[in-house]
């Protein structure tokens, strides 16, 4: 399984930024592989980071060639005052079952 996180500072997000946005998280569901997503967004600093997980790194490379995805990097210093993303190989993953996880089928296996 692989993860790419999305961290990044927001500047000032328009009705353009709000509907690229979507456009990629949709392209992002039809990817190959594609096993689910997460947000979230620190109270103190307003950096967000969004966590896309994939099956292996086919479907994030078909997210990295969208034309919607090359044309928010294009314009990403409009919308944010920095960002970083990590690439990451899923290993484990360990949890209660108590909520529905994209990485919930590794914790079943050793």
Known sequence: MISATFI???RQFDDEFHALDAQI???????????????WQDPKTGRIANVYYWQSETGL???MNHPQHLAAKQRYQQWLSGYQV???QVLRSYGDGGFAHPAQP???QS
């Open 8 to 10: 990044f500072d927001p």
């Open 25 to 39: 998280a949709a392209a992002a569901r039809q990817t190959d592989g594609y096993l689910g997503e997460e947000a």
């Open 61 to 63: 490379r078909q997210l």
């Open 86 to 88: 990590i690439v990451s």
């Open 106 to 108: 590794l914790a079943t």
